[in-house]
């Protein structure tokens, strides 16, 4: 399956449906700034949500609205870079979110279990598919979309121009409830499962609704991540976030 494929069909959407203009307050809007580290990685991974589709799948909520600014720093290479960082300390036994105030983490070096170019996942694909399908199955947590908004949205990724496998995935992960067991079994090791609760809680917010509460507990306890370190997770997650809000990232 091409990745690259399916993130240039995401960015080809932009403008595609039916003008109405993209949500660009939502996590979708967040992943495409050009510039960032994830312009770097091969396949458009930078890319990801710059196209109106994506933008729509994660919806403009503000509790995700809230991620905005670090999405902007790098895309989906910017979740592995917090992952490993959080990761890194945790396994240090340093304090959560410790670090260089106001830093965005490094794009993770070969070989550290964190770096999206080599990884893949249990089922042998790339480990950025992975990470899209925990977003999308993480966003449709709280229910927003079913019904007419799903069903619309497949409409346009049958209108993307992807190969067959590439629209098939796609509508494949549009059709299935949120499901945290799913995205459970995608992992092979330890560093991944805390790539996808990154991925996971970016993609969710600020957690405020229920639905959003139970998914996510339930994604740690299958995910079996020890719960310091979840702690690192979240902490690096919204230090970095906050620092590059105001302005301060590096």
């Known amino acids: 399956m091409n990745l690259g494929s399916i993130l240039d069909g995401l960015m080809r959407s932009q403008g595609s449906l039916g003008g109405r203009q ?34 729509l799948i994660l919806g403009s909520r503000a509790g995700r609205s809230a991620g905005g600014s670090l999405m902007k720093a790098g895309g989906l290479a910017v979740l592995a870079s917090v ?26 070096p070969a070989g550290s279990g964190f770096h999206l170019e080599e990884e893949k996942d249990k089922n042998g694909h790339e ?12 966003a449709k947590s709280d229910g927003h979309l079913d019904g007419e908004e799903s069903t619309r949205i497949q409409e346009q990724i049958q209108q993307l121009g992807l190969g067959n496998e590439e629209k098939g995935f796609l509508l494949d992960m549009m059709a299935k409830p949120a499901d945290a067991a799913a995205i459970a079994r995608l992992p092979k090791t330890k560093e991944q499962a805390a790539e996808l609760y990154v991925a996971s809680r970016v993609a969710i917010g600020d957690a405020d609704t229920p639905e959003e509460k139970a998914y996510l507990d339930r994604l740690v306890a299958l995910l079996d991540l020890p719960a310091d370190l979840v702690t690192h997770l979240d902490a690096q997650l919204g230090a970095v976030r906050q620092t590059v809000a105001t302005g301060t990232g590096a």
Do not use: H, T
Request: charged letters at 5%; glycine letters at 24%; hydrophobic letters at 40%.
């Open 127 to 138: 480990m950025g598919l992975a990470l899209v399908q925990a977003m999308i199955s993480a």
């Open 22 to 55: 993209p949500q660009q307050g939502g996590l979708g809007g967040m992943l495409g700034e050009s510039g960032g580290l994830g312009s770097q990685i091969p396949g458009g991974m930078g890319g990801l949500a710059a196209g109106s589709l994506l933008s």
């Open 83 to 108: 992952a490993f960082k959080a990761y890194q300390d945790w396994q240090a036994n340093q304090a959560p979110g410790a670090g260089r105030p106001g830093s965005v983490p490094a794009q993770p």
